[in-house]
């Protein structure tokens, strides 16, 4: 990660070594949540964290598609803190047995935002899960809209918006996180 800097203010890097520290980012994300180590993934976040997924609409040929208000899930730090507790004790029944899960991260483009300490992340997400000793697993694909804050000299989630390429999900449940 970057070197702490004065205040907490991060003048940004170069663009290949920007490149490197985002990805980074995103693969050490994704080994924690495949790993089950939840409680270092919060530490990832922002306070003011907003995660969310709204539900994709389909339109006719000729209107793109959108999301609607509605999302699977919209979530805040507490919320989020909430769900990682609660996967640590024996009621949740969702995760009982735990899923096993593979974060695919790629495609990465980074784009510069009006704060100086801020950058936009998209990237393309697929998540396999499985679950006990079943035969059948679950594929999640879809783009992450990510908004990374440099935060006393470290990258941290602040922001995102994961719009998944289906628009009925196959699966049991959400109770992970992508």
């Given at each position: 990660?970057?070197?702490?800097?004065a205040?907490?203010i991060?003048p940004?890097?170069?663009?290949?070594e920007l490149?490197?520290e985002?990805?980074?980012?995103?693969?050490?994300e994704a080994?924690l949540?495949?790993?089950?180590?939840?409680?270092?993934?919060l530490e990832l976040?922002?306070?003011d964290?907003?995660?969310?997924?709204?539900?994709?609409v389909t339109?006719e040929?000729?209107?793109?598609?959108t999301?609607?208000?509605?999302a699977?899930f919209s979530?805040d730090r507490?919320?989020?803190?909430?769900?990682?507790?609660?996967l640590?004790t024996?009621?949740?029944?969702?995760?009982?047995p735990?899923s096993r899960?593979?974060h695919f991260?790629?495609?990465?483009?980074i784009e510069?935002?009006a704060k100086s300490n801020?950058v936009m992340?998209r990237s393309?997400?697929?998540?396999?899960r499985s679950?006990?000793?079943?035969?059948?697993?679950?594929?999640?694909?879809?783009?992450?809209?990510?908004f990374?804050?440099s935060?006393?000299g470290?990258w941290?989630?602040?922001?995102r918006?994961?719009?998944v390429d289906?628009t009925?999900?196959?699966?049991?449940?959400l109770?992970?996180?992508?």
């Amino acid at each position: 990660m970057m070197a702490e800097r004065a205040e907490g203010i991060c003048p940004m890097p170069n663009r290949a070594e920007l490149d490197r520290e985002i990805q980074n980012f995103l693969y050490h994300e994704a080994e924690l949540l495949d790993s089950r180590k939840f409680e270092q993934w919060l530490e990832l976040l922002t306070d003011d964290i907003t995660y969310e997924m709204p539900v994709r609409v389909t339109r006719e040929r000729d209107h793109a598609d959108t999301h609607s208000e509605m999302a699977h899930f919209s979530e805040d730090r507490r919320t989020l803190e909430l769900r990682v507790k609660r996967l640590a004790t024996g009621y949740a029944w969702a995760e009982n047995p735990p899923s096993r899960t593979r974060h695919f991260v790629s495609n990465i483009r980074i784009e510069q935002t009006a704060k100086s300490n801020e950058v936009m992340v998209r990237s393309n997400l697929l998540v396999y899960r499985s679950r006990g000793s079943s035969t059948q697993a679950d594929l999640i694909s879809g783009e992450r809209i990510d908004f990374l804050r440099s935060v006393e000299g470290r990258w941290k989630l602040a922001k995102r918006t994961i719009m998944v390429d289906q628009t009925v999900l196959d699966t049991q449940n959400l109770a992970i996180f992508l």
